[in-house]
């Protein structure tokens, strides 16, 4: 056994005061979307900030030093007191940083998001809250100079003009689209568009819409939201019109008054669609890959008078941090189910959004009094390369000893294989098996790490693997980027009896 050994020892709106949940700040410590906010804390010392955030919204908290020798810290807690997201250092050792990047709000609630420096550390620090992503790359307020024009020059009947501080868009006519962009702005891949929504239209409605990566008039995305509480995706490409997602009805978007909040996220493949930071669509589309323009788009109805006016304001445009080009790895995803947690990670960057759950298993148990590793496969003649894989693992013991359990994937056969493993002792890692040798590629040990239960995810992009235990990020490693086999595992140290039973797990796979 001492090969395995090193196992264990290695909208508001115009008019309006505010659209719920984020209302303009009635106390100096409300956290506002946009408004950087700024503060000093001495040693042992901390500052609170609230915010109010509705279920399953997306935001992203960026706390940075400005002065002295502070290390900041975020807590986010609920209601109830309870911790809900926290950072410290999110690319330690170049940065002490904080960030919280693309995290979903687990329900509607009223939070306290509390700063701190580590240790004895102090000094001035600034915060801003953002949706969507943590960098503010785009932010019009549309009180300048009219910038924005028309991007469908058939269309004759449509105006864009500047009114109040709100760009004001007018078209007339049957079943006709306008669509606005402006020139001089950038272009994105991955962002989060949110925009405030002021509508009229005559006896047949209203149509209102946001291109997305458009790269001319004759190809981009386009999402549409109608006052019959419906909304559809639609692709152009090549000046023609592929309908993704037609005409659906959802709660979040009845009884519209017509004031109201649009945003669109996309991340590499996947789109997230929201409505007063209400979730109201999903959905994944590979065919326009290159970054784009954000336009704005309205549409009149199928009557001869069709007519409609929409006037926006305070379009911001966020994208992800980035070190060396790449997405930043978080410290701590979701706990949960399945649908959940893959939902949170694909918008984190840590898995694609045009793969799919290929596999569920409710339950599944291995059982074993031997010394060594006692595997038992799973979804048998299957293989997957760029995939993750989660499960709840509890077990039990006849006696004291070192012993755990694990998750095998990558297997090629009996002796070739990746274990991701946790033991009673409170240590964790990945480990390859070639042949009669187990090389520690990630490996901690936290001897508070209690109880008998466990959250494993292992995720696997590329040659890059990343392991997370009850949440928390335990390391990454490279390896070989074949496919192989998944199944379950015991590890026994000494000839002790010891049972494995996992619960929900699940792969998500991106190769097929």
Known sequence: MEYIKPLFAIVALSGLLCLFPHAQAQDSNQLVIATPVSGEISAANTQAWLFNAVEGEVLSFALR??????????????????????????????????????????????????????????????????????????????????????????????????????????????????????????????????????????????????????????????????????????????????????????????????????????????????????????????????????GLSIQTGSSINSQITAAFDDLIVSVPTLSEGKRIIPQRITVGQAAVVTRDIQRQGLISARGQLSLTVPESFVESSRPGVERVPLARGATYGNMAMGTTVTWEATSNGQTGCGLVFKAKDDTNYLLAYIDRTGGFGVSERKGDTFSPGIFAEKPNLTGNQHALVIIVQGDQILYYVDGLYSGSMTTATEAGAIGNAVINFEPIRTSCSFRDTWVWNWDN
């Open 65 to 294: 030093n400005v002065s002295g020798d502070l290390d900041p810290q975020l807590i986010i807690t609920n209601s109830r007191n309870e911790t809900v997201f926290i950072n410290d250092d999110y690319e330690y050792p170049e940065s002490q940083n904080a960030l919280l990047e693309a995290v979903t709000i687990p329900r509607t609630d009223s939070y306290t998001l509390t700063v701190s420096g580590v240790g004895n550390t102090a000094g001035q620090y600034a915060l801003t809250m953002l949706y969507g992503f943590s960098q503010t790359a785009w932010d019009d307020n549309f009180n300048g100079e009219l910038t924005w024009e028309n991007a469908n020059t058939e269309s004759r009947a449509f105006t864009v003009a500047s009114d109040n501080g709100q760009l004001v868009l007018a078209i007339i006519g049957t079943d006709i689209r306008g669509v606005a962009v402006n020139p001089q702005q950038d272009a994105f891949r991955d962002f989060y568009a949110n925009v405030k929504v002021n509508v009229s239209s005559g006896p047949d409605g209203w149509t209102v819409g946001m291109t997305l990566r458009q790269v001319d008039s004759d190809n981009y995305y386009l999402l549409n939201v109608r006052s019959r509480g419906e909304w559809r995706f639609i692709r152009r490409e090549n000046g023609t019109d592929t309908t993704i997602r037609d005409w659906t009805i959802h709660p979040a978007l009845s009884n519209s008054t017509g004031s109201f909040t649009l945003g669109a996220m996309a991340s590499e493949s996947g789109f997230d669609f929201f409505y007063n930071n209400v979730l109201f669509g999903r959905l994944s589309d590979t065919a326009l890959a290159d970054a784009g323009k954000i």
